[in-house]
């Protein structure tokens, strides 16, 4: 058994490893991976010690380097959530600085979600999307 979950650690580790040198790979997907494998890794760690191992070491990889990329990642993230946070700021918030929380108007004069058939805007429920009926009770009477 515990060398049935060895040999699995070991497939997904080599999946994750390529997963993470993938240039094509978002780095949100690659920080991802890189937990999942610590977690593993630590998973096995345990296992083995239940199953008597006291010197894990021996047959489990180091992974100081996932968790140095884990670390970078992080960081980059929470420094770019910070800096989206501080252009928010100074452009008055997530309204853009207007007044009211309006939506500015798009090239026809409209403000964004108000279509032809409906001048109220937006897809709301209520207004049975873009000026469609909500149910059976406002459809046309057809059969005249």
């Known amino acids: 058994m515990l060398n049935q979950l060895y040999s699995t650690l070991e497939q997904g580790l080599l999946q994750g490893y390529q997963i993470m ?46 968790q140095g990329m884990v670390d970078m990642i992080e960081s980059v993230n929470k420094e770019k959530a910070s800096t989206m946070k501080q252009q928010l700021a100074g452009r008055g918030g997530m309204n853009g600085g207007q007044a009211g929380g309006m939506a500015p108007a ?17 897809l709301e429920a209520e207004s049975g999307g873009i000026g469609g009926p909500t149910g059976p009770d406002e459809m046309p009477d057809i059969e005249g």
């Open 21 to 66: 040198s993938s240039p094509e790979m978002p780095e949100e997907i690659k920080a991802i991976e890189a937990k999942i494998m610590l977690g593993k890794v630590k998973l096995m760690e345990e296992t083995m010690k239940s199953f008597g191992f006291s010197e894990t070491e021996d047959y489990l990889p180091y992974m100081g380097v996932v």
């Open 106 to 122: 798009n090239d026809a004069g409209m403000a964004s979600g108000q279509g032809y058939g409906n001048p109220g805007g937006g």
